[in-house]
């Protein structure tokens, strides 16, 4: 079992950056892959950024690629996603989920076992 707990969304201008923390609680966190999802209203979860257990995978989605970056901190039992160049299009609720996969990352929702509740994110332009 693990718990996680999203934290950093707001409000921004597009343009601007976040940095979004996922914080974990529970077994040993460096077994666990963790994706960041995102949902915005309407639309089907989907996939952000993920990364492996061990930290030496990382895949992320087309749209976010070159403005987002996801590193881990296993001591700290924490990922983070920092958000650059933000756009309008990338406002929605932001979930981290973990997965019992150490050495890849899933892209597919279904794999993640648990979920955090989410932070809100809205970029304005």
């Known amino acids: 079992q693990v718990q996680l707990v999203e934290s950093g969304g707001g409000l921004v201008q597009a343009g601007g950056s976040l940095r979004l923390s996922c914080a974990a609680s529970g077994r040993t966190f460096s077994s666990f892959a963790i994706g960041w999802f995102r949902q915005a209203p309407g639309k089907d979860r989907e996939f952000v950024a993920g990364?492996?257990?061990?930290?030496?995978?990382?895949y992320y989605a087309d749209s976010v690629k070159g403005r987002f970056t996801i590193s881990r901190e296993n001591a700290k039992k924490s990922v983070y996603l920092q958000m650059n160049s933000l756009k309008p299009e990338d406002t929605a609720t932001y979930f981290c989920?973990?997965?019992?996969?150490?050495?890849?990352?899933?892209?597919?929702?279904?794999?993640?076992?648990?979920w955090g509740q989410g932070t809100q994110v809205t970029v304005s332009s």
């Open positions: 990364i492996s257990g061990t930290g030496g995978t990382i």
């Open positions: 989920a973990a997965d019992t996969a150490y050495y890849t990352v899933h892209v597919s929702r279904s794999e993640y076992a648990y």
